[in-house]
């Protein structure tokens, strides 16, 4: 299981954090994506995370902006998301799976998703 936190609605240049947390069969992949779909639009792939190697890989929509990281200790992915503009806003979700082409491919174990609205 993958819970996602942190949504909001902010304000353009504002920030956020949002957190993925893994329990049962989705504990313990060594990858895990963060991904984002707006109303009408194609979901987008925008960080992944290798938890072993440490190995990032961002979207062009989000580098520089916005940046992945992993707390082994409490099975915790984080997307802090900084400079935050009114294209940003989508439903977010994380997937997590041993293989990042398997993530990549929006397969592997997903979440429900948290909301961020900018404005």
């Known amino acids: 299981q993958l819970v996602e936190s942190g949504g909001a609605s902010v304000q353009a240049g504002g920030s956020l954090r949002l957190s993925c947390s893994a329990s049962g069969k989705a504990y313990g992949r060594n990858c895990i994506g963060w991904f984002r779909q707006a109303p009408g639009k194609e979901r987008e792939g925008i960080a992944t995370i290798h938890t072993v190697s440490k190995t990032t890989q961002y979207a062009d929509s989000v580098k520089g902006r916005f940046t992945i990281s992993t707390d082994s200790a409490e099975n915790t992915v984080y997307l802090q998301m900084t400079n935050l503009a009114p294209e940003d806003t989508a439903m977010y979700y994380c997937?997590?799976?041993?293989?990042?082409?398997?993530?990549?491919?929006?397969?592997?174990?997903w979440g429900q998703g948290t909301q961020v609205t900018v404005s």
């Open positions: 997937a997590a799976h041993q293989d990042c082409k398997v993530v990549a491919g929006f397969g592997g174990y």
